[in-house]
T-cell receptor
């Protein structure tokens, strides 16, 4: 099955700085990599995802990069704002061969704090 | 439109009691997932329903856990003879048909076993 490692576990930045969170995965057949933001008392919210046919995807201040050779992908947040403070999770399809039957394996999460 | 709805939002019960958690998926989503999130931890897959196919139950931690999805829509997760280690947030997600479709989560049920 899939194994996803996420670093760092906590990240503290000043408002306006960039934040980068990295994840590695084990199953070379995995082909879909979502990122979720979770605020206190809420469910995870999908903020961006990438499929294995591209190396980078951007959406305003958020970008995700994928390196399939090295089996890692990263979330980049530029011009951070206090409202970006939350827990961020990466994920990859679970199950044998990356075909998953739909379930996701999640990283352990990164607590991002943006100081005004 | 309406998102994934879960009820109750909080549940406190005594050890040994049975509990039922409910999930209403987004209309038109054929895939439904249950995950468990323990305090300060990531999400752990429990069970997955896709249309009329047999569910993937590979994540259920013991035979005390079961889930149903009636009519291809609403799902209930049942935990029998609850134990203190069952305390967690139980999250439901739904998605459109097809592999690797984005999963949309509800706000979960926070279960506390006394």
């Amino acid at each position: 099955g899939e194994n996803v490692e996420q670093h760092p576990s906590t990240l503290s930045v000043q408002e306006g700085d960039s934040a980068v969170i990295k994840c590695t995965y084990s199953d070379s057949a995995s082909n879909y990599f979502p990122w979720y933001k979770q605020e206190l008392g809420k469910g995870p919210q999908l903020i961006i995802d990438i499929r294995s046919n591209v190396g980078e995807k951007k959406d305003q201040r958020i970008a995700v990069t994928l390196n399939k050779t090295a089996k890692h992908f990263s979330l980049h947040i530029t011009e951070t704002q206090p409202e970006d403070s939350a827990v961020y999770f990466c994920a990859a399809p679970g199950g044998a061969g990356g075909t998953s039957y739909g379930k996701l394996t999640f990283g352990q999460g990164t607590i991002l704090t943006v100081h005004p | 439109g309406a998102g994934v709805s879960q009820s109750p939002s909080n549940k406190v019960t005594e050890k040994g009691k049975d509990v039922e958690l409910r999930c209403d998926p987004i209309s038109g989503h054929t895939a439904l997932y249950w995950y468990r999130q323990s305090l300060g931890q990531g999400l752990e897959f429990l069970i997955y329903f896709q249309g009329n196919s047999a569910p993937d139950k590979s994540g259920l931690p013991s035979d005390r856990f079961s889930a149903e999805r009636t009519g291809g829509s609403v799902s209930t997760l049942t935990i029998q003879r609850t134990q203190q280690e069952d305390s967690a947030v139980y999250l439901c997600a739904s998605a459109r048909q097809g592999l690797n479709q984005p999963q949309h989560f509800g706000d979960g049920t926070r279960l506390s076993i006394l």
